[in-house]
């Protein structure tokens, strides 16, 4: 009871230090961006991978319109969890800084400078009073110098360069898998098998086409691309075969 | 007692975190849509359709004047539940982008680009402080490139795409209904009968022409038009002999 | 006693959404309106007619000086319950409005556009922070391209269009007798004793020509115009000499 | 105990309104208001008399520095009660738009025009935040058209036309005595006999010239006039003359 | 107890009204010059004179650097009591009128005006939030037009002129001292030798020239002249020698 | 515990008054003055000392970077206690109005006038509400026309000429060391050793030139010029050689 | 209890002075130092040396990525521990500031001058309201005049110089273990081996050449330079050889 008093006293107006040096409204952020539904990176030699879990609460709902991914210049894509709308902010700042570096310096934006100037922008919501932090979390994914990169923002203004990565629902669960089961001499096919396989990890129901979403952005190509709903689909029915097999070779 | 004090602490000032990362404000104006009467939206190969609940509650007002359906362009309309001045504020606003996109550029704002402007804009009243969240929901119909297509936007800034969708009072019930009962292949009579009967069985009395307004932006005129009193009333007498069909044939 | 200091919890500082979706200060704002006393509109194809109770707290105040019956243009007027000065801004605010409209079109303010520009006004009063609503109501009556029309503003911004409606105290009362004895043929005079009659429902007090206050906006000159105290007597004493003919009747 | 603490809860911060509609804010100033030593208004077809309570609390105060009443223009004087400094600043602005009429129009300002700018000014501290409401009362007197006028303005931004009124200390009291006493077809001698006694009326102690300021408003000069100490205590010399005899009478 | 927590609950943020209509910022101002020594103004026929309460905490402080005696402009003076630097923001305020005055209407600003000037300032800190008001009062002296005047200015922005006033500790002895011996012919050597005994009444330890400051401002020259701590010893010796004198005489 | 609950109440948000006067947060900003090491100022006619304690809390710190000793201007140094931080902010408010000085009027800032300017900077932070007082006390030292001067600006604005002071850590004891020591004709090397023995006198530790700032404005030469450590040192060896000498004197 | 209420009650809002003259927002901000991982900076004559732990929770994360060493100009780097989004927006202010120098006077900026402008940033935030402080310490290390310079600022906006210093987690510790052993005359390897021991001595984990960071400013080149993992590591390698010979020894 004590704690959790204690604990109130430090968490409202803007954003201050409570006595242990933490922000409470960052981390209650953060716990927006949990109650989100999952999002997985994989970086692979060939390109990084985005897949993201879109299972919409209604079958008459397009699943089309359901923002997780995004695309934020030709060699730059995102994948989202947390607040829906936030997210939207993020990736139009992102999208408006790209454009002003092609217009500036005639050449793409590279993935950690544009990283940096999200994670910059999202500092600001923590530090100065009059608005909330952004309840919302990132992966950047992009192609700089013919390199694959894959970055986390978080609600702190931290951002990170990541092999693999997850965000949102489960974190832990399928960080944990990536952990155990990524090598880093995987092809793009590879990585959105990893990154499905892990998304299946941490969430119950099983995966479909439809309620998923995998984007890769391509190493020699440099150029963000969304798969179908029937691409998805087709990796998917491959990592179910293996895994009956599996099941059938268990037993 | 304690959950409800320690809620209570983290809903007043600016839109700010509770400590499982959710936004007080926000929910609270979704409750301020559940108290609106119902809109429904239904999405068909030949058009979009949208019925609002206008029962008035003297018979000396009169109906007409109840803000519930909106002409926004040409080929765009909206339908709201909740609060009724913010709704008017929320439709101007899309009128003008209407019109900004018409000078700029000479042609149709796309219905998804309005949703996104719109939803833009009620995203920073639930960040930024000195004002509270909108208290409404739209429903957003229009036609894109000859395409029928109908969005929700709600209290939060989020906006997605609907086949059929309903807002306000019972929201529960009439999707529910709506999604047993919903045909892709509808026609817009198909689609105003299914909107009328789903908001029949939100509501316990029994419609009228006049507690009733129904609205179509076709497809291939690409128009908005809203129906008289005595059209919709046909729609209701349909309905209702098919109903008493139905009653007698259960016997 | 919970559910009164729930209440306290959510309608202090900027206006805020309550967990049910209500805007408190809103809601307090409407009770200043019923702490007012009543004004009364009656439409009719003739004109619209405004009574207002005008009673004074003492026999030294000068009745024209009680400011309830406002003349917004010269095919406009408006009858306000509430805060008085508030009223006044409402009416100072809409004065500007139509000679705006008249100097940038040439003509005169349409009844509908002006209610418009009224209720946006109190709507910014009711979301954004650093002032709280207006706490008056308004009845705005004037002709427009030969139609009377008739306008109820309330403190959320939300406007409607009657028949016959009443502002102020003991609304609930009269509402209930403008519902049972309105009739849509009725001429001007029909309207002055409908309304006199209802404003009589509703105050225990003896009608007096200078306690009351009545003005015409007049369908076919389109011109609005507040009757002399004399005026408003002879009517008064019309509806007496019935009532009385009405009791002896009775027995 | 809980009707005042409920009073409590709404009574800070910037104006807002109380459950039951009120703004306590503006009813303190009203307290202040009351916390002033009277003033009193009286018009008679001739002129408008203006008479003030300036007893001071020292014989070493200077009575002529007791700001009670004030030359607004040539036309218009002003009585105030309450809080002194609030008074000063409306005294101000008043005299400020008597010149800006002057120098825009080329005559002298109505008085009640004038009245609604400073009513105008008073409102705009009750219900926009950052200030508090204004602590005074004022009584406006002045001739317009060759017609003697009086209003009074409230911390509410509220005015009224009178015929006799009384503000500050004992208002109840003196407004009592002046409704007894009051006959339209006062001279101006008679006015300031009426006015004087009534203030005998509201406060214990005896009057004298020192202690009492006494303004007229001529009809036929259209001008403000303070009497000198020596004229006014001529004037209560005949009320005690009077008032002696009507005690001997009385025996 | 009651009557404490009620207190408290209007005293803080901007200054606003209790429920009697009292401004608690503003008295908790006034007990901010109580807390200051004392300060003392004498007008006579022939000049103004102030004296000031200079006692030092520490040998070894500088009397001179205690800011109690300003000059204002070559004809005007002030005295304060109060809080320190507080006190030196409105000398400088009144400072620059003074030259504004001079610069504008190449004349000496009237001390009246001057007055005026300072105490609309100080009202600007007790009416608009985001600072608090001036814990410091002021005695102005000056002469206008050949005539001495002492003035007054309070921490609610009133001002006051006088024959002859004390602000700050002690006051009401000293008033009281002050109100038994003031005569109206005293000539300025009567009216420092005023000042001093009654500066010696309100406090308890002896008068010596170091501790005390004298001031006056001369109605023929029309000049402000501090005194050095000589001349003011020789007007203590003479007091002292008199009440020794007196002393023997009683017994 | 009633009057540690009542102290609270008026000692957050903006700088406001308590009921008795006192302006807390000016207040604790003293504290903040008193948790820093001492620092002293000594005036002779032959110059002005300022001695600081410079312990460092850790060898490896490097005593030169103790910001306790700043140059102002040629003839102004300063001396500070308190926030560090605070104490920079004001060092370069002083240099910029020594400059502005110079190059307006191409001399010398007064010492007096420089000392006004920081203390009407510091007195807006006690009164304009958005930020808090500078927890930090001043010893302005400096000589003016061959003169010179020893001033002290403490949190509230407020400023002293003194012949000796000290600001922090244990004033109380140092003060009155310097009270009971100080003669007035003291050479600048007994103002030194004044000092060094003063500051002895306040801390328990022994004296180290490491630990030890010493500071001299020479009245002849008119410049400011801290000593070198060992310059100090010899200073330190003397007073210990004396009160070797002492102790042994006494035994 | 009492003290924790007590704490509880000045540490909200802007950042204000509790009872004892503390600033509790920047100790709070000096906890979130504390909660970072530890940096430490060594200087020696031939130049600094700064050592950084950046350990991280996932093989997946990219150690280069842990943003805790960075190039603030040719001449200067930075280690930083706390709040790493603060950190970068000090970072960069601190590279505008050596810009802006290098193009206004052509030469490299001062460390210290530079420390001074990244501190006086930092006091911003710990006066003015509207945002919170700081939460993370730097150590600055630069070459200036060929001179080696090591200075540390924290949250209240202090610098210091020091020869060896830690922040971040387990200053304490290693401090102290710094103190034991730092020499004036190390090498750049020495002052590596020191820095590296130093951060073993705080942390349980052994070291690694990936978990580490370390940089240097070489004294003679004048340039900052990070060294590559397998280079640290080859330190860390020779630490460990000479530790299992101390404790072969110790046996």
């Known amino acids: 009871m004590q704690g959790q008093n204690q604990q109130q006293a430090y968490d409202r107006g803007i954003t201050i230090f409570s006595p242990d040096g933490r922000l409470y409204q960052v981390e209650y952020a953060r716990e927006a961006v949990k109650r989100g539904t999952a999002s997985i990176g994989v970086r692979t030699p060939e390109g990084v991978v985005l897949v993201v879990d879109k299972r919409t609460r209604s079958p008459l709902l397009e699943g089309s319109s359901v ?3 995004h695309k934020v210049d030709d060699h730059v894509g995102a994948a989202s969890a947390g607040h829906v709308a936030d997210a939207r902010q993020l990736i139009d700042f992102a999208r408006q800084q790209s454009q002003v570096e092609r217009v500036r310096y005639d050449e793409p934006i590279g993935v950690r400078t544009l990283t940096k100037e999200v994670t910059d922008h999202i500092q600001q919501y923590t530090q100065v009073g009059g ?3 952004f309840g919302v979390a990132l992966l950047v994914a992009g192609v700089e110098d013919g ?3 894959l970055f986390e923002t978080d ?3 931290t951002s990170n360069e ?3 990565v997850a965000i949102g629902s489960n974190r832990g669960d399928i960080q944990e898998f990536l952990e155990d089961e990524y090598e880093t001499d995987l ?5 959105i098998d990893l990154a499905l396989r892990a998304l299946n990890e941490g969430r119950d129901g099983a995966l479909q086409g439809e309620g998923v979403g995998v984007a890769v952005v391509d190493a020699e190509t440099g150029t963000y691309r969304e798969l179908e709903a029937e691409e998805s689909q087709s990796y998917i029915d491959d990592i179910e075969a293996v895994e009956t097999d599996d099941e059938e070779t268990e037993e």
């Open 67 to 69: 923002e997780k991914l």
């Open 155 to 157: 609600p702190s203004g």
């Open 131 to 133: 608005a909330r932090p």
């Open 162 to 164: 990541w092999k693999a």
């Open 187 to 191: 092809d793009v096919d590879g990585g």
């Open 147 to 149: 390199e694959p990169r």
